[in-house]
């Protein structure tokens, strides 16, 4: 599949009313303008994308999807191209393949500052079991 972004959209208004933007920053998103245009190329907007969310991390390189809940400890993995409602999870049986992608999203992670810079737009309010306070994006 063709991966875009969220981030793609800012990127690509910028392009497409001519706004230069400041080169003072590294923007993840792509101008997809080109890739709009010519259907026929090979080329693909992104090879990879990442999301950090709080505990939820996750990775998706071609056909393939990693997710990783840091807080509850558990790996999930799919081919999105065999199983794209994401109902059979393969991390325990493609271990290989997730250990790299794995690698990857550290190498990703380490440029990034240690909290978002900006807040959530929703969250919702939890008290867990051992009294401490967690955060849902909604």
Known sequence: PDMVSAM??????AAEVGMKLPNDRIYDGKNLVPYL???STKKV??????FRADHIKAM??????FVRSTRDCWDT????EQDPSEMNNIYH???N???EMEEDYKNWEKNLPPKPLWPRVVERKFILEDGKTYFFPV
């Open 77 to 80: 993995g799919y081919n999105l």
């Open 37 to 39: 245009s010519r259907p």
């Open 97 to 99: 393949i997730f250990l």
């Open 60 to 65: 998706i390189q071609g056909d393939t999807k």
């Open 8 to 13: 793609d959209i800012y990127v690509t208004a």
């Open 45 to 50: 907007p992104h090879d990879q994308l990442y």
């Open 93 to 95: 049986h493609e271990h």
